[in-house]
């Protein structure tokens, strides 16, 4: 697993992207509260609830 620290301009961690073995990615805010994943098998991208939001990585639209 490989971690991706994410800060904003002033250099204030707002989150972080989890790399699973499953190749699965995760989002988590700063405080390490699940946001989202994208699965790149599938192309798609699902909230903390599950619900798809698009295609594509869009976890960094769930950071903000």
């Known amino acids: 697993m490989s971690n991706q620290i994410i800060r ?3 250099g204030k961690v707002i ?12 989002a988590r805010d700063a405080n390490g509260r699940f946001l989202g994943s994208y699965n790149p098998q599938t192309n798609i991208t699902l909230n903390n609830r599950g619900q798809a939001i698009g295609t594509g990585n869009l976890l960094g639209r769930l950071l903000y």
């Open 8 to 10: 904003d301009a002033r």
């Open 15 to 26: 989150g972080m992207m989890q790399a699973k073995p499953s190749s699965i990615i995760e």
